[in-house]
Each structure stands twice: as C-alpha cells, then as structure tokens.
C-alpha cells in the first residue's frame, strides 16, 4: 500500500508539471512588471544561500576544531612544564650530590680521587655552565699544585745532594720552571737563593780539600795561590 501511494503521489507531481512551470513563468513575469527578480536570478539567489549556509557550517566546525586544538596544545604545553620542571628538580639534585662529591674529594687530597669525580662531574649533563666552570678551575688549581709540589720536591733533592751535578740540575730545573711559569714568583727567588747558597758551599769545601791537600803535600806554591784565591772572595 504504501509503495502504490509514494507512486501516485510522483505521477501527480509528473502530471502537475506543466502546471508548475506554467504558473512559475506566470508569477516570473508578474515579478518582472513589478521591477522584482526572475526565475534565473532567483535560483542564483537560493544557489547562492544554500552556499552561503554550508561554508557557515564549515566555518562553525573549523571554529570547533581550532578551540579544539588550542585546548589540546594548552594541555600539552601545562603537561610539558611540569615534566621539565620534575627534570630539572632532579637534574639539579644530582648535580648537587656530584659537585658535594667532588668538594669531598678536594678535602680528601687523594689524587686519583680528585681526578675520577672531577672526569665524572664533567661528562655528566646535570651540572650547569657555572657549576662545570667551577670543577674545571678547581681541577686545574689542583693539577698545578701537584706539579709545583713535585717540581719543588725535586729542586730540594737536588740541592740536598750537595754535589756540582745536583746544584746544576737544581739550576736547569729552575731555568725550566721560571720560563713556563710552573712556580710562583716567590718560590723561584727562595730557591735561586737556595742554589746560590748551595754551590757557595760546594765552593768553599772543595777550597778546604784543596787547601788540605796542599798542606799534607807541602806544595807551597799552589797554597799561596788558594790562600789568594780566598782572599780575594
């Protein structure tokens, strides 16, 4: 039944149309006398308004879609400073404990210590610029240390040998540390004091064993020249 009816009701509609269009062409020209629009302009003007209605309805979801987007990009963004800000807590933790290590470890003087912290606060990627510098200069600080302590361990035992070759050696290794600035100003006048103290005595012993030699030997005229020799130091 319901399938007899739809199919009437499309056979009325196809018997109507001349009717229809006869009526449209009636109501155009009626429009037409009155300075109205015709049947062309208006189905340009309903083309026009069907397509003004979807591009407003696209404009409405486009809208829906950008507030979308901002709310998601807001969340995100709220999300990814709190994960820094959990990051840089515990980055900051552990560049405490690394740098407390390392001071621990300059207190310590325990060389190879020393140097294993400072090699591990470097390589690590939680200290801050500053907090690298500070390893950096402490480690060179001490570095040169070691090298002064050895430097001067050294020029001492050369001197305490008391002999030509230890002043000598004593002097090449002063010459050497003045020039690469390897000991302070102060060291390098206290040991050239000390060099010049030491080849002094080497000099007047070794003028006693001469001096002696001549005497047990009787030569007389060597002992004069080494009693002049004195004299005139």
Same mark, same amino acid.
């Given at each position: %039944?319901?399938g007899?009816t739809?199919?009437? =009701?499309? +056979?009325?509609?196809?018997?109507?149309?001349?009717q229809?269009?006869? /009526?449209?062409?009636?109501?155009?020209?009626i429009?037409?006398?009155?300075?109205?629009?015709?049947a062309?302009?208006?189905?340009?003007a /309903?083309?026009?308004?069907?397509?003004? =209605?979807i591009? %407003?309805?696209?404009?409405?979801?486009?809208?829906?879609?950008?507030?979308?987007?901002?709310?998601? +990009?807001?969340?995100?963004?709220?999300e990814?400073?709190?994960?820094?800000?959990?990051?840089?807590?515990a980055r900051?933790?552990?560049?405490?404990?690394?740098?407390?290590?390392?001071n621990?470890? +300059?207190?310590s003087?325990?060389?190879?210590?020393?140097?294993?912290? $400072?090699?591990?606060? *470097?390589?690590?990627?939680?200290?801050?610029? $500053?907090?690298?510098q500070y390893?950096?200069?402490?480690l060179?600080r001490?570095?040169?240390?070691?090298?002064e302590?050895?430097?001067?361990?050294? *020029?001492?035992?050369?001197?305490?040998?008391? =002999?030509?070759?230890?002043?000598?050696?004593?002097? /090449? *290794?002063?010459?050497?540390?003045?020039?690469?600035?390897?000991?302070?100003?102060? %060291?390098?006048k206290?040991?050239?004091?000390?060099?010049?103290?030491?080849?002094?005595?080497i000099?007047r012993?070794?003028?006693?064993?001469?001096l002696?030699?001549?005497?047990?030997?009787?030569?007389?005229?060597?002992l =004069?020249? *080494?009693?002049?020799?004195?004299?005139?130091?």
């Open positions: %039944d319901a007899e739809l199919q009437k =009701t499309q +056979l009325d509609k196809v018997e109507r149309r001349g229809t269009e006869a /009526e449209l062409k009636e109501a155009e020209a429009s037409a006398k009155a300075g109205g629009r015709t062309a302009e208006l189905e340009e /309903e083309g026009f308004r069907k397509l003004y =209605t591009m %407003d309805e696209r404009v409405v979801v486009l809208q829906k879609m950008w507030r979308g987007y901002r709310v998601r +990009l807001a969340r995100w963004r709220e990814k400073r709190k994960r820094d800000a959990v990051e840089a807590a900051a933790e552990r560049a405490g404990k690394l740098i407390t290590a390392f621990e470890a +300059l207190a003087k325990d060389k190879d210590k020393i140097r294993i912290t $400072a090699q591990t606060c *470097l390589d690590d990627s939680s200290l801050q610029a $500053a907090q690298s390893v950096s200069v402490m060179q001490f570095e040169r240390q070691q090298q302590a050895k430097y001067k361990a050294t *020029l001492t035992e050369a001197l305490q040998a008391g =002999t030509r070759d230890g002043v000598r050696k004593a002097s /090449e *290794l002063l010459l050497q540390a003045e020039r690469a600035s390897l000991l302070s100003p102060e %060291d390098i206290r040991f050239k004091a000390d060099v010049t103290e030491a080849a002094g005595e000099q012993a070794e003028s006693e064993r001469e002696i030699t001549c005497v047990r030997e009787g030569n007389v005229a060597e =004069t020249e *080494l009693l002049r020799r004195a004299k005139a130091d």
